[in-house]
């Protein structure tokens, strides 16, 4: 049963690849780069958009600082490698998604899908790493390539008309997916599951507010669905941030506890 439960995971992948190619290309909507913000201050374009950027840039450096200096314990040195590729990502669509949003086009939009599909495959080993308590390392090396092999490839199509979103849009759909199945099969502590859930919803959300973006504008008038998608995402990365950040924590107090009780006992007898 067991080993039935762990093939899951490449059933769904299995399903999503037969579904893409029997659905056929995905192509951006008509229009997509006319946002919602067109506000302009301090000689910035489309001002929220661009500056709301900013948390996604502060959320990495805060992982990178809290999580580096522990990167060999035990409770992250498996997993490492890919959320170092996920804080990587992170950082960089901090600067990708500003670099595009201050003149929105698909050249540009290039540089703003392909951190994110880095970080979304970078928190695909990480979690991968964690639940099976496995080396990271060449899966965070096969996320990587297939991150960069999604982006180009929409990219190329589109220099011939077509465009084609799916490998792109599979790597936005596998985290909300393939994480909370790996953690339950593999039986993650309950803290990782709540936590990675609430972010995966929390990022659902933010994709909700994307494709609302004029709409939600309309009922809010000071922020727009897409300024308001990037919150959403940076709230998602900051728990995930925290999780680890807490797991780390927690776990080092347990081993410094646990090296101490010897000398204690020792003392007292």
């Known amino acids: 049963m ?8 490449l059933a769904i992948i299995a399903i999503l690849v ?18 919602a913000d067109q506000s302009a201050y301090y000689d910035i374009p489309h001002f929220a958009d661009v500056v709301s950027n900013i ?7 805060a992982g990178a600082l809290l999580l580096r200096r522990r990167q060999r314990h035990p409770s992250l040195a498996h997993s490492w490698s890919g959320y170092r590729l996920f804080l990587v990502g992170l950082f960089l669509t901090a600067l990708g998604s500003t670099y595009y949003h201050l003149d929105p086009d698909n050249g540009r939009l290039f540089w703003d899908r392909l951190p994110i599909a880095l970080a979304c495959g970078g928190l695909l080993a990480g979690v991968w790493a964690d639940a099976r308590q496995k080396s990271a390392d060449l899966m965070t090396n096969w996320m990587a390539v297939l991150a960069v092999y999604s982006v180009a490839w929409w990219y190329f199509t589109d220099l011939l008309d077509v465009g084609d979103l799916r490998p792109y849009l599979m790597f936005q759909i596998a985290p909300m997916l393939l994480i909370p199945l790996w953690q339950w099969i593999y039986r993650s502590p309950a803290a990782d599951r709540l936590s990675f859930g609430v972010a995966l919803l929390l990022y659902a959300a933010a994709k909700v507010t994307e494709l609302y973006d004029h709409e939600i504008a309309a009922q809010l008038g000071t ?47």
Not at 2 to 9: A, T
Not at 55 to 61: D, K
Request: proline share 5%.
């Open 18 to 35: 037969a579904a893409g190619l029997w659905y056929g290309p995905i192509t951006q909507p008509a229009g997509y780069h006319t946002f």
């Open 2 to 9: 067991e080993k039935l439960l762990r093939r899951i995971p």
């Open 223 to 269: 922020m727009t669905g897409h300024t308001l998608k990037h919150l959403l995402a940076t709230l998602a990365a900051a728990v995930i941030v925290a999780r680890l950040a807490l797991r780390q924590r927690t776990a080092a107090r347990r081993s410094a506890t646990l090296q101490k009780s010897p000398r204690i006992e020792a003392t007292c007898a």
């Open 55 to 61: 948390g996604f840039a502060l959320v990495a450096l």
